[in-house]
């Protein structure tokens, strides 16, 4: 008895009954009418089945009891029971036929929801897919209508196009044809004015030729009125007492000059060097010429004017020695003199220096009718703050720079084009601005490998072309005519200059003792 119980426990009827009747209400209004009949019979099948054993396991109670056991529930619960027309499964099939029929039919239900499961979900996942594929269908038929009506405007447009562009064609033709007579006709121009250029050019050397000859003319009468200029001038000149020395590094003339050339000197490198180069690739294209000559230019200013404020200072030395009686010394007399009165030069005449120095220099060239005058503006103020900067005390100069020198980092800043790892300067963009042996203002250089073999000639000395060795032509020295402030002043005739190259000098001029002398 207590085993055939617990065998049905074991089974778990009931719950396998429970889970059919729920499954059977969740389908009941999907399945049809021959399905809900066959779930409802086979649930009457399960439970008859159920039934059965339980009347088995009653009889089993009842017969413990002896005879007459368990008589008193059976009247009063099961026999009304039974007489409202219950009829019970047959007796033939044993306890364990049935209990094993049920535990099959539930792992055959629960096998068949599975595959029902299985099935919906796969139905379930096509038709998803089939929902994608045709929204993916849809929308390739709408572009495929839209590639439709693009075709169908650009064969529009193309013909349209092709009309539009037949016509063009005609006028650029046209066009062209005009263009190229045009072309024809201003080059017979072209040789006109070239022409006219050559005859221009001619008659410019013609009046360079007359305007010499005219400044050997009047050069005569210009050297004795400078003379006697020269004589009254320092004759009226009077020394007064100042509360520091002239030659002192604290003298104020001293220090406001030498700041205001400081940024003379920043503002031609910025500015006027500029204009310039801006001036000569007018004439040529050449990057690296156009900067030689604008950096030789400069040497060459400072030459000259170094060369004839040497002159100058001698005169003035020589002038004030004959009636100079103290207090102060001489040199005190000379440079209270020069820091008053400045502007004593031929800026012309050293115009002319300058450019016929590099007319000479075979390391720089324009073309051949083309003059270094182009760029006179730069080369006027180069000798105007030239000569300043020679004319104070404590003098401030240029370093002397030649080609494939090893490159000075204390002096010089790379250029923005140069090889960085090159140890020697190829040519040298603008000059350092020296005080003695002190830098004041960083130069530019530019730096190549193989600067030596690209440039083997060495630059010119500060005075090479005007050594006092070389022979002296008294009509070179008498070819400048006077300028207006040479008119109106004494101290910077053209006869001091050949009056100073004519006598020898004690020992040969170098750029040592030059530049030493200052």
């Not at 030395?317 to 009165?341: C, F, K, M, W």
Request: include cysteine.
């Amino acid at each position: 008895m207590a085993e055939s119980l617990r065998r049905l426990v074991n089974i778990g009827s009931f719950s396998i009954l429970q889970e059919k009747l729920e499954r059977w209400l969740d389908d009941y209004h999907v399945n049809s009418c021959d399905q809900n009949v066959a779930k409802c019979c086979e649930i009457v099948e399960l439970n008859a089945r159920v039934q059965g054993q339980l009347f088995k396991l009653l009889s089993l109670c009842s017969s413990e009891g002896g005879m007459y056991g368990g008589a008193s529930a059976i009247k009063s619960r099961l026999l009304p029971w039974l007489g409202q027309g219950f009829f019970a499964a047959g007796a033939s099939v044993t306890a364990d036929t049935s209990l094993s029929v049920l535990a099959e039919s539930a792992e055959k239900d629960r096998e068949i929801n599975d595959l029902q499961d299985q099935f919906e979900r796969s139905v379930n996942r096509l038709e998803d897919d089939l929902h994608v594929n045709k929204v993916e269908n849809d929308d390739l038929k709408a572009e495929l209508a839209d590639t439709q009506d693009e075709l169908h405007s650009i064969k529009r447009e193309s013909t349209s196009e092709k009309m539009f562009n037949e016509t063009e064609i005609r006028d650029l033709r046209n066009k062209l044809a005009s263009a190229k007579d045009e072309i024809v006709f201003l080059r017979s121009e072209l040789r006109l004015i070239d022409n006219y250029k050559h005859q221009i050019a001619c008659l410019q050397e013609d009046i360079a030729i007359l305007t010499n000859k005219r400044r050997i003319l009047s050069s005569d009468s210009f050297i004795s009125t400078s003379r006697s200029d020269l004589s009254n001038s320092l004759s009226s000149y009077r020394h007064l007492p100042r509360a520091a020395s002239p030659l002192s590094s604290d003298d104020t003339t001293q220090r406001v000059r030498q700041q205001s050339l400081i940024q003379r000197f920043n503002d031609m490198f910025s500015q006027d060097r500029l204009d310039a180069m801006d001036t000569l690739r007018r004439y040529s294209d050449d990057h690296e010429n156009n900067q030689r000559i604008i950096s030789i230019a400069l040497n060459e200013s400072f030459t000259a004017a170094k060369l004839a404020f040497r002159t100058f200072k001698s005169k003035v030395r020589t002038n004030l020695s004959v009636t100079h009686i103290g207090p102060e010394t001489l040199e005190e007399a000379v440079q209270d003199y020069i820091n008053r009165n400045t502007d004593l030069y031929d800026l012309p005449a050293l115009v002319s220096d300058v450019v016929r120095a590099l007319n000479r220099n075979l390391k720089v060239s324009l073309p051949p009718d083309v003059s270094y005058n182009v760029m006179s503006s730069f080369i006027r103020e180069a000798c105007k703050m030239a000569w300043q900067m020679s004319a104070l005390a404590h003098t401030l100069d240029i370093a002397i720079a030649t080609d494939a020198e090893l490159f000075d980092e204390y002096k010089y800043r790379r250029s923005y084009d140069s090889e960085y790892t090159a140890p020697l300067v190829n040519h040298h963009i603008w000059p350092c601005m020296m005080q003695g042996t002190r830098v004041l203002v960083k130069g530019e250089a530019c730096t190549r490998r193989g600067a030596s073999l690209t440039s083997p000639r060495r630059s010119r000395s500060p005075t090479r072309s005007y050594s006092p060795n070389r022979s002296f032509s008294p009509v070179r020295a008498r070819s400048r005519s006077p300028s207006p402030r040479r008119s109106g002043s004494s101290l910077s005739g053209s006869g001091f200059r050949s009056s100073s190259r004519g006598s020898p000098s004690p020992r040969p001029f170098t750029a040592s003792t030059t530049l030493s002398s200052y």
